[in-house]
């Protein structure tokens, strides 16, 4: 029996739900990439959950991290969705992958890092420079962990410098970045598969 392939993108911003979102757009943008290809996903803005700092897997009464962890753990493909701010990741972003930190010791029962056979991706927006630094920051990350970076698996749009614009209200999506997303969704979907029917090798 299959099962279909899903994902969790992760919303990085600093803003909490309802309030809207440029990260939150792309995120679902790309997800909705995914969807065409297979994998059904949903998105989770972390700045909605009580996630303490530290490099735990369970900080203790009343983190929340563990569900979010569960729900990765679950998950085929991790988007990695961020503003940028004065050119990096936000400090919510940051904490994901401090939280992250956990799955360096999780193996399975072969051996294997607890995260292989997952795939990441990442989205980025914001109005200044910082895009491809964010991103070498959001792949290296996860890679240490055990997931896997496909082809093409990223997108960003910046605004004009020191012309303050949010993705979230722009009329339409520019070709260049709609063009990204649909590869980064149809590569993910395509790794996610492969890596399904046939798993790293044992340590």
């Given at each position: 029996?299959?099962?279909t392939p899903?994902?969790?993108a992760l919303?990085?911003?600093?803003k909490?739900g309802?309030?809207?979102?440029?990260?939150?757009v792309m995120?679902?943008?790309?997800?909705?990439?995914l969807?065409?290809?297979?994998?059904?996903g949903?998105?989770?803005?972390?700045?909605?959950?009580h996630v303490?700092p530290g490099t735990?897997a369970d900080m203790?009464p009343?983190?929340?991290?563990?569900e979010?962890?569960?729900r990765?753990h679950?998950?085929?493909v991790?988007v990695l969705a961020?503003?940028t701010?004065?050119g990096?990741?936000?400090?919510?972003?940051?904490r994901?992958l401090?939280?992250?930190d956990a799955?360096l010791?999780?193996?399975d029962?072969q051996g294997?890092?607890?995260?292989?056979?997952?795939?990441?991706?990442v989205?980025?927006?914001?109005?200044?420079d910082?895009?491809?630094?964010i991103?070498a920051?959001?792949?290296q990350?996860?890679n240490?962990?055990g997931l896997t970076?496909?082809?093409?698996g990223?997108?960003?749009w910046?605004?004009?410098?020191m012309?303050p614009?949010?993705?979230k209200?722009?009329d339409?999506?520019p070709?260049?970045?709609?063009?990204?997303?649909?590869?980064a969704g149809?590569?993910a979907?395509?790794?996610?598969?492969l890596?399904a029917a046939?798993q790293?090798?044992?340590?």
């Amino acid at each position: 029996m299959t099962t279909t392939p899903s994902a969790l993108a992760l919303v990085c911003g600093l803003k909490s739900g309802p309030e809207s979102s440029s990260s939150e757009v792309m995120a679902r943008q790309v997800l909705g990439a995914l969807a065409e290809n297979g994998v059904e996903g949903e998105s989770l803005r972390v700045a909605d959950h009580h996630v303490p700092p530290g490099t735990g897997a369970d900080m203790g009464p009343g983190d929340e991290w563990p569900e979010i962890r569960r729900r990765i753990h679950e998950a085929d493909v991790l988007v990695l969705a961020t503003p940028t701010w004065v050119g990096h990741p936000s400090s919510i972003a940051q904490r994901v992958l401090e939280r992250l930190d956990a799955e360096l010791s999780v193996t399975d029962d072969q051996g294997r890092p607890g995260l292989y056979g997952k795939v990441a991706l990442v989205a980025v927006v914001g109005n200044e420079d910082g895009a491809h630094k964010i991103v070498a920051d959001l792949f290296q990350a996860p890679n240490d962990m055990g997931l896997t970076i496909p082809a093409n698996g990223c997108t960003y749009w910046n605004s004009e410098a020191m012309n303050p614009q949010d993705y979230k209200d722009l009329d339409t999506t520019p070709d260049a970045v709609a063009a990204t997303i649909a590869t980064a969704g149809r590569n993910a979907a395509h790794l996610a598969g492969l890596l399904a029917a046939r798993q790293y090798p044992a340590a």
